[in-house]
Nanobody
Framework: EVQLVESGGGLVQAGGSLRLSCAASGFIFADYAIAWFRRAPGKQREGVSCIGNRDGATHYARSVRGRFTISSDKATNTVYLDMNDLKPEDTAVYYC??????????????????????????WGRGTQVTVSS
């Protein structure tokens, strides 16, 4: 059974930092791409960042580029999202999601895939991030 469990959310002041973790199990981690999405109140789900465990490619939404860093630890099957210089508009529930890298998705070429929730079959339950001004 595929499981994705997020942790690390919390309340932080603007300008602060958080590290989110996504612990994966039940599938061959090295064959998957993992993405972080977020959903703010009243808004649609937004792709934030993703990493391809097959090719090592990383991509970021324009709104977080330069502030967030995604990384993958294949020894522990965990993907991290380091979030720095947080802003109130980063407030959202953050979800990690997984998709197998095969066929047309053998390489993670751009953010377009990572911004498309329908591409991802498996999801965690989310972790709340709240940034106060």
């Amino acid at each position: 059974e595929v499981q994705l469990v997020e942790s690390g959310g919390g309340l932080v002041q603007a300008g602060g930092s958080l590290r989110l973790s996504c612990a994966a199990s039940g599938f061959i981690f090295a064959d998957y791409a993992i993405a972080w999405f977020r959903r703010a109140p009243g808004k649609q789900r937004e792709g934030v960042s993703c990493i391809g465990n097959r090719d090592g490619a990383t991509h970021y939404a324009r709104s977080v580029r330069g502030r967030f860093t995604i990384s993958s630890d294949k020894a522990t099957n965990t993907v991290y999202l380091d979030m720095n210089d947080l802003k109130p508009e980063d407030t959202a529930v953050y979800y990690c999601a997984a998709v197998i890298m095969r066929g047309a998705l053998q390489t993670l070429q751009n953010m377009a895939v990572c911004a498309t929730p329908a591409m991802f079959e498996d999801w965690g339950r989310g972790t709340q991030v709240t940034v106060s001004s």
